[in-house]
Structure formats: structure tokens, C-alpha cells
């Protein structure tokens, strides 16, 4: 059976996913980038690394509760 959601050898979910996500920041940096240089780099990389850690935290909860993990 062919899996129509890898026909060029790449995952369409995924790709198109990574598409949305990449229009979404751009427009957020668009829209709010005027705010970037009133941060320092300290309160830049923590507010990276608070939103990556909020991210593998909600992508594990759903890994763990589809039974993946």
C-alpha cells in the first residue's frame, strides 16, 4: 500500500508544518520586532530557551499520552 503521506521521500506533514510555522514567526518578527533591541541577550535566551523547554514539554505530554514513549 503506498503511504500518500511520503511520496517524494519526505514527510508532507512535516514539511508543510515547518512551512507554517517558519510564514508564522516571520509575521511575528514583522509584527513585533520593533521590541527586539529593547532586550538584552540574557532575557533573549531565556526567552528561547523557555519556549523550547515549553515545547519538548507539550511534545512529550503528546508522545506519552499517543503511547509513543
Do not use: H, K, Q, W
Request: glycine share 16%; proline share 3%; no cysteine.
Amino acid at each position: 500500500m503506498v503511504d500518500i503521506g511520503n511520496p517524494f521521500g519526505v514527510d508532507l506533514a512535516t514539511t508543510v508544518f515547518g512551512a507554517g510555522l517558519s510564514l508564522l514567526l516571520s509575521a511575528a518578527v514583522m509584527e513585533y520586532g520593533y521590541r527586539v533591541p529593547e532586550y538584552n541577550s540574557t532575557e533573549l535566551l531565556g526567552l528561547a530557551g523557555i519556549g523550547l523547554a515549553a515545547a519538548g514539554f507539550l511534545l512529550g505530554i503528546v508522545m506519552v499520552l499517543r503511547g509513543l514513549r
